[in-house]
Nanobody, 121 residues
Framework: QVQLVESGGGLVQAGGSLTLSCAAS????????MGWYRQAPGNARELVAA???????NYADSVKGRFTISRDNAKNTVYLQMNNLKSEDTDVYYC???????????????WGQGTQVTVSS
């Protein structure tokens, strides 16, 4: 059973910083891409940032220059450092990972439970 457990959300003032963490655990063979998405009520889930197993990154235009995604492959963990936060960054943030796990070992999408980020203006 593979699980993604997120931490680090909370309330912060505009201009402040937060760091989200997401650790994958369970019977994992390998992890391909990892990423962070966010979703507001009534809206579609959107990509915030993604990182490949080799460290190549991709960001939404709205967060470029403010957010940094990184990963620790030894710990099966992905991070999202968020600086200069704005009120429009308020959302539920979800961790995503493409993981190969038994029994079939085909890469599959896994999601965390979501963590609330609230930025007050």
């Amino acid at each position: 059973q593979v699980q993604l457990v997120e931490s680090g959300g909370g309330l912060v003032q505009a201009g402040g910083s937060l760091t989200l963490s997401c650790a994958a655990s369970g019977n994992i063979i390998s992890i391909n891409d990892m990423g962070w998405y966010r979703q507001a009520p009534g809206n579609a889930r959107e990509l915030v940032a993604a990182i490949t197993s080799g460290g190549r990154t991709n960001y939404a235009d709205s967060v470029k220059g403010r957010f940094t995604i990184s990963r620790d492959n030894a710990k099966n963990t992905v991070y999202l450092q968020m600086n200069n936060l704005k009120s429009e960054d308020t959302d539920v943030y979800y961790c995503n990972a493409v993981i190969r796990a038994p029994p079939g070992a085909r890469p599959s999408d896994y999601w965390g439970q979501g963590t609330q980020v609230t930025v007050s203006s």
